[in-house]
């Protein structure tokens, strides 16, 4: 019975334009990268551009594949997490703002598993978003002809971006369980920015490793240089919350009242 | 409580803040009959019908449906009960017939089922349009028939006739007339509008500031109505009253019964 209710939330999202939203903002990302890419490999160019060409190589970006794959680890650690969140908070949140929660609830299906396939159609939506940065990242940068791109360092890419991803992902159930709480998406994006930033700020800290939203700012470097193997009890804080998030989503909808 | 109870509540009571929407109530619907649960608005019949489906929690009583307390366990009851909770809502992107198939594959009803229903209800024109382009009429229709989809032995109508015109409400008072007598599903029925289940239920509950304060079978309610106006009403305001009946049958005839 589990297919069918995983069917259901994935036709649930048919002729909505929410995946292809989300795609095409991080499908951006590539795109501005590769337009600084352009503008400081060449100096003259960078000049001319004036305040973006300053910007540009005061952020430290050169005109390599090295400096390319940093900043989209980054791009999809720090703004993917809140693409992630909008996501996460739209499976969910959607049958509250289209007064489709009673009907679900009615259904004959034990709560956890509509908990359980919304949460598989996030994390689909979101590899699927992930891949096709990745594929497009890798033809600009081939396009652009930046120095350093091997089949070694693309692979590596992919094997960041996945990991990054997959951290990201591991913290989308307390979205969730924001969004049944709530019972809205409003809440669930505040949060996710409000603990984007909070990450951060902890992440200079030495509780970085600890707390679950810095975890990924430490990853792909937003808050020091990037670090290579992450801690194992960062880890286990994010694995925990994952699991927390899941439980405590599942509760929400099993025990508190669904007004609409 | 009889053995042939369908529904039975005991002592429910809810309270919002201050507010106390249902208070004490016992109720007992009987298999095969359709019960009108009638109050003004705000008398407490919503709430007490997301008791009976298990979308809100009783602060003080109970509710059995088939002999067995709501809310243990698996939801398998629910196969067995149809419902319509205020409004009619659909996923507004998928079409009527996508909503219905949805439903179907989830309370695992036959393949034909869905077309069965379209026909029930008149929804063949509307079929392949989308939920969130329909008329209020037809948004009302669909929510009936996602009710009926897996023909259920209960079903649980909140206030079915919202967004219906004349025709459509002597319509669906046939459709639910002939469920009952031919297939002995049990209807639990609210409604703010006397008249409209006068004609229509086995027995009616009225209920006010969430406490039963009268139930009644038809006989008992059309000997009291005849004695009201008998007592209370001038020759005028009977005649008016004929006069409207007369109106809305010409209306009715006019039409041909089908107007959407
Ligand atoms: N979620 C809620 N929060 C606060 N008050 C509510 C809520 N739902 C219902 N009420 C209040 O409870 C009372 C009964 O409401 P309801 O059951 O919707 O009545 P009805 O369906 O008979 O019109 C009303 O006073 C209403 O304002
Ligand atoms: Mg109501």
């Known amino acids: 019975m589990f297919t069918a209710v995983l069917a259901g939330e994935v036709v649930k999202l048919r002729r909505t334009t929410a995946p292809w939203v989300t795609l095409g903002c991080l499908m951006a990302g590539p795109l501005f990268l590769a337009l600084f890419m352009w503008i400081i490999r060449d100096p003259g160019r960078a000049a001319q551009f004036g305040l973006l060409g300053t910007k540009a190589s005061l952020s430290g970006i050169e005109a390599t594949w090295a400096s390319y794959a940093a900043f989209l680890t980054l791009i999809v650690g720090m703004g993917g997490t809140l693409l992630l969140a909008f996501v996460a908070a739209y499976v969910f949140g959607r049958e509250y703002s289209e007064g489709t929660a009673k009907v679900m609830l009615t259904l004959p299906v034990p709560r956890p598993e509509f908990v359980i396939a919304k949460l598989v159609v996030a994390a689909l939506w979101w590899l699927a978003i992930v891949l096709v940065v990745f594929a497009e990242a890798v033809a600009v940068a081939v396009w652009l002809g930046l120095p350093g791109i091997t089949t070694g360092a693309i692979a590596s890419l992919l094997g960041n971006l996945l990991l990054v991803a997959g951290i990201s992902y591991l913290l989308a159930p307390v979205i969730a369980l924001v969004t049944v709480w709530t019972r809205g998406y409003l809440a669930p994006v505040g949060f996710a920015l409000g603990m984007l930033l909070l990450g951060n700020v902890v992440g200079h800290t030495g509780w970085a490793p600890w707390f679950p939203w810095s975890i990924v700012p430490i990853l792909v470097g937003s808050v020091s240089t990037p670090v290579d193997t992450l801690p194992v009890g960062s880890l286990v804080v994010v694995a925990a919350t994952f699991v927390a998030g899941i439980a405590g989503t599942m509760w929400c909808l099993q025990a508190t009242d669904n007004t609409q | ?260």
């Open chain 2, 1 to 260: 409580m009889t053995t042939d109870a369908v529904v039975t509540t005991r002592g429910l009571t809810k309270r919002f803040g201050r507010v106390t929407a249902v208070d004490d109530l016992d109720l007992e619907v009987r298999r095969g009959e359709i019960y009108a649960f009638l109050g003004r608005n705000g008398a407490g019949k919503t709430t007490t019908i997301r008791m009976i489906l298990g979308l809100i929690r009783p602060l003080a009583g109970e509710v059995r449906v088939f002999g067995e307390p709501v809310r243990s366990g698996r939801p398998e009851w629910l196969r067995r009960v149809g419902c319509l909770v205020e409004t009619a809502t659909a996923y507004p992107n998928l079409t009527v017939r996508e909503n219905l198939e949805l439903h179907r594959r989830l309370t695992g009803a036959p393949a034909r089922a869905v077309a069965n229903v379209i026909e029930q209800l008149g929804l063949g024109d509307a079929a392949e349009r989308r939920a969130g382009q329909l008329s209020l009429g037809n948004k009302q229709r669909l929510g009936l028939a996602r009710a009926l989809v897996h023909a259920p032995d209960l079903l649980v109508l909140d206030e079915p006739a919202n967004g219906l015109d004349p025709a459509g409400i002597v319509e669906i008072r046939g459709l639910l007339r002939s469920l009952a007598d031919d297939h002995g599903t049990t209807v639990f029925v609210s409604s703010h509008i006397l008249v409209e289940v006068a004609h229509l239920a086995d027995r009616i509950g009225i209920v006010h500031e969430g406490r039963l304060v009268e139930e009644l079978d038809r006989a008992a309610l059309v000997a009291a109505a005849r004695a009201f106006s008998a007592a209370q009403l001038t020759e005028q305001q009977r005649a008016d009253a004929l006069l409207t009946l007369e109106l809305e049958r010409y209306f009715l005839a006019r039409t041909d019964g089908s107007v959407r």
